[in-house]
């Protein structure tokens, strides 16, 4: 059982940034695919961004050449570095995990989630 503890959201304006962070516990941490979604109000989640087990990465349209996402095995952890951030990022982030056997850029099969953490972008 992989439990994920997301922080590092907030309120920041247009323009500036945020970076997530997001907290595993499973030693195994290094197998997974990991994959931060995101959630507005009144929208369907989607995958923003996700990373292989082998650092792989996948960016959606939106948010490519804005947001990094990076891992570091030895803290089993994974960051979502977000710049440029627009009023259209606002959302609860989500992280999550699912076995390396499957495709890390797939939204499905993820089955490991956080809390999630709200980040508000002010016009």
């Known amino acids: 059982q992989v439990q994920l503890v997301e922080s590092g959201g907030g309120l920041v304006q247009a323009g500036g940034s945020l970076r997530l962070s997001c907290a595993a516990s499973?030693?195994?941490?290094?197998?997974?695919?990991m994959g931060w979604f995101r959630q507005a109000p009144g929208k369907e989640r989607e995958l923003t961004a996700a990373?292989?087990?082998?650092?792989?990465?996948y960016y959606a349209d939106s948010v490519k050449g804005r947001f990094t996402v990076s891992r570091d095995n030895a803290k089993n952890t994974v960051y979502l570095q977000m710049n440029s951030l627009k009023p259209e990022d606002t959302a609860v982030y989500y992280c999550?995990?699912?076995?390396?056997?499957?495709?890390?850029?797939?939204?499905?099969?993820?089955?490991?989630w956080g809390q999630g953490t709200q980040v508000t972008v002010s016009s």
């Open positions: 990373i292989s087990w082998s650092g792989g990465t």
């Open positions: 999550a995990a699912k076995s390396g056997v499957s495709r890390y850029f797939d939204a499905n099969g993820y089955n490991y």
């Open positions: 499973e030693r195994t941490f290094s197998l997974y695919h």
